[in-house]
């Protein structure tokens, strides 16, 4: 098929698609959590005193009773089989964003020849995966394969449906042998550990008597794109890099704003409702949908759980994202720039830390500046955010994340801390040395009786923040939207743990010298405005104004690409603040940017083959075709005496030539091996590889503006966007 009949095609088998039938709609009652091994059906299938333990474990973090596995995993194994499983998989967490699983039957051969069905405690507690193909960054060569993993009593074990049938799926760890976290759980479950310690420590210094454990909560608003499956299927970008790496803008963009939160259609409404059943049957509480800014992109967001629940479950809604879009003939993209020009796609990490004794430590109440508690706990935060800025990046760098950070549309690439107008002021005052209070909640009267009097909150939003206060929490918006909110979780946990310790030592040394309680309170939060006060910022963080004042007066580092971020995670304070708190040893955090790196370089020579390739198999032929045609008719035409204007097919002639000229620059540049090391490999694909790659788009893309639409070998971005 040439170009334009497939996607002619395409258009044909997308409109005359067979009217989609909605499953019968049940109650949220029916659903709920049915796929789910909770803790009610634990209670009602476990023995008392099994049961209670296990509680105890998964409420407080008491240490995991072994002896009640062979219990746990009988239960288990029953209630997964009267659903349909016959398999079950330990499920974990890679390096790569991936959810890794492997399936073992629960049948076990006897030596009469019978089989039974077994799952034993012992096969529930650990697996042994081969784990030598998973990314590990020089922590074991691959002949050393051998991996662990380990149940995570904290998440629930739950039931996966997919057209293959149920398995059974076991969250769990993943180490090396030699004990090494080769997965994003582990880091994940120290950091809850590490922060509950601090913030019990600053908690009981203030006079509480009584301070349950503290955990950290986290609610992730997901971002993604739907297209049409029948375009993304001959679109070799949209399949292996999961962004379009040419395309034109359209005529129409998002410039009227009219699809944000507009009416959704129809066939995206039954994704919605479908992704959601999904979601609802395995416990994720599914709140938030609506369409995002660009045409084609959408939202949905869970309300908030646990810290290690949430980074599960959000691992599964983009796994459901994903597999329910197949069954809807759709592609759901999670890459952060899918489209040029377009909006891209975020993932806001909304993050909290809270007991059941003193509630949410990040709440100011009415009056924060009485509120010295939060007062302290948001001042850790600014600590944490000014120190520790550049790690804030370097965990969510990528290559596709590098193309929203910074371009203006999405937080920038400097990391600062947005508080709200009424909290900056506290917070100025608290460097003075004096609260005096600031501006509260009000009311916005709209003059019409029969409306209700709105609640205004003391601060409003900044969208232009990386990571911004919003009332009870803060939300950290340059997170991808394609990333695990391990990694940033991990690092907000971590660093406020630090500080946490940090903003106690102080205290407990002040105290000791004689000061008041409050006295103490005010002097480390005095010193800590002082010293990190230069991370809080609460103008446009997109303006030039805040680029040069961030970098040249607050001495804030502005690391626009994954090149420039990740040599962070080797910095000397990095190392300190994951060795001092036992989160990530040295081994494991040098393993982890050997394979982010790697990751960036891989991406990028995937991407720069992917466009030498389609410049030179399908644009160039076309272009030449339209030359070819239209250079012969002119010819024809100038016979007859007609002389028409040629500077359309001048104009194809030098984009043609400009753009394989370029491509194979690029593909000679790809051949390059020879580096230093692989710091200077990831900056030749940031500062050469990248830059020729956006040279043979830019002749590409000017070429789909003069080329007859009928050779256009590629779906044009008017048709992914709006024929749905
Ligand atoms: P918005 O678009 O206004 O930011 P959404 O309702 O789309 O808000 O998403 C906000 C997310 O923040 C939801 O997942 C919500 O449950 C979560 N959230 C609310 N309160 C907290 C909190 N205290 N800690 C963590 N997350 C929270
Ligand atoms: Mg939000």
């Known amino acids: 098929m040439s170009g334009n009949e497939s996607r002619l095609q395409a258009i044909y088998e997308i409109t005359n698609r067979e009217p989609f039938t909605p499953a019968p709609s049940e109650s949220l009652d029916e659903l709920w959590a049915t796929n789910v091994f909770s803790l009610s059906k634990m209670k009602a299938t476990l023995p008392k005193d099994i049961f209670k333990s296990l509680e105890k474990t998964i409420k407080t973090g008491n240490k995991l009773d072994m002896s009640v596995a062979d219990s746990v995993a009988s239960a288990m194994k029953e209630w997964a089989m009267s659903k349909g499983a016959s398999y079950y998989a330990h499920v974990f967490y890679p390096l790569t964003n991936a959810t ?202 869970p309300v908030y759980e646990m810290a290690n629940v949430a980074s599960d479950h959000q691992q599964m809604l983009m796994t459901i994202l994903r597999n329910t879009a197949k069954q809807h003939g759709l592609v759901c993209l999670l890459h952060e720039k899918p489209f040029a020009g377009i909006n891209g796609s975020g993932k806001h990490v909304n993050w909290s830390i809270g007991n059941a004794t003193q509630g949410n430590l990040l709440d100011p109440g009415d009056t924060p500046e009485e509120n010295t508690q939060f007062l302290l706990f948001c001042g850790a935060v600014i600590r944490g955010v000014h120190k520790f800025g550049p790690l804030m990046r370097a965990v969510i760098a990528s290559a596709s994340n590098d193309h929203r950070l910074g371009a203006n549309e999405a937080p920038p690439a400097i990391m600062s801390v947005y508080l709200g107008s009424q909290l900056e002021q506290i917070f100025e005052q608290i460097k003075e040395g004096k609260i005096q209070g600031g501006e509260h909640k009000g009311t916005l009267d709209m003059g019409v009786d029969t409306l209700p009097l709105l609640t205004r909150d003391a601060g409003d939003r900044n969208r232009t923040s990386p990571f911004a206060f919003t009332g009870n929490r803060f939300e950290f918006r340059a997170v991808g939207s394609h990333q695990s909110v391990s990694g940033p979780l991990v690092t907000l946990n971590t660093m406020m743990a630090d500080s946490l310790n940090y903003i106690a030592d102080q205290m407990e040394s002040k105290m000791s010298g004689g000061a008041s309680l409050n006295d103490a309170i005010l002097a480390v939060l005095q010193s800590i405005m002082t010293e990190h006060g230069a991370a809080v910022f609460g103008g446009n963080g997109y303006s030039e104004e805040w680029h040069k004042m961030a970098v040249e007066e607050r001495g804030l580092k502005n690391l626009p690409t994954t090149a420039d971020a990740l040599p962070y995670l080797q910095s000397p304070e990095v190392k300190a603040l994951f060795s001092s708190t036992h989160v990530l040893s040295p081994v494991e955090l040098e393993s982890r940017y050997e394979v982010y790196a790697e990751q960036y370089i891989n991406s990028i020579d995937v991407e720069a083959k992917l466009v030498a390739e389609i410049a030179k198999t ?50 000679e540049a790809i051949t390059k091996h020879d580096f230093a090391d692989t710091e200077a490999h990831m900056q030749y694909c940031a500062t050469t590889i990248r830059p020729l790659m956006d040279e043979v788009r830019a002749a590409a893309d000017a070429l789909e503006g003069e080329v007859a639409d009928d050779l256009w070998p590629l779906p044009t971005y008017q048709e992914m966007l709006f024929i749905k």
């Open 100 to 301: 890794a699983e492997k399936h073992d039957g629960f049948i076990s051969p006897q030596s009469d020849g019978s089989v039974i069905s077994e799952f034993s405690g012992s096969l529930l507690v650990q697996g042994e995966p081969d784990g030598s193909s998973f990314p590990n960054g020089g922590i074991r060569d691959t002949f050393e394969a051998r991996g662990y993993t380990a149940w995570d009593v904290t998440s629930p074990a739950y039931i996966l449906e997919t057209e293959n049938g149920s398995t059974l799926c076991i969250p769990t760890i993943f180490v090396s042998w030699t004990g090494e976290a080769l997965d994003k759980k582990v880091p994940l479950l120290r950091s809850i550990a590490v922060v509950n310690k601090a913030a019990n420590r600053v908690l009981t210094l203030l006079g509480n008597s009584e301070v349950a454990p503290v955990n950290s909560s986290c609610g992730a608003e997901q971002e993604y794109f739907l297209v049409d499956a029948n375009f993304a299927n001959i679109r070799p970008d949209l399949l292996l890099a999961g962004r379009t790496l040419f395309g034109r803008p359209p005529a129409k963009g998002q410039q009227f704003d009219d699809h944000y939160f507009g009416a959704i259609p129809s066939r995206i409404q039954h994704y919605m409702q479908d992704v959601e059943r999904e979601l609802y049957k395995l416990g994720i509480p599914a709140k938030t949908r609506h369409n995002e800014v660009a045409p084609g992109q959408f939202e949905i967001a």
């Open 618 to 667: 399908r644009i160039y032929p076309a272009a030449m075709r339209h030359l070819t045609d239209l250079g012969g008719a002119l010819t024809s035409l100038k016979e007859a005496g007609i002389e028409m204007d040629r500077s359309s097919l001048d104009q194809v002639a030098g984009l043609t030539k400009t753009m394989l000229e370029k491509a194979s620059e690029l593909s």
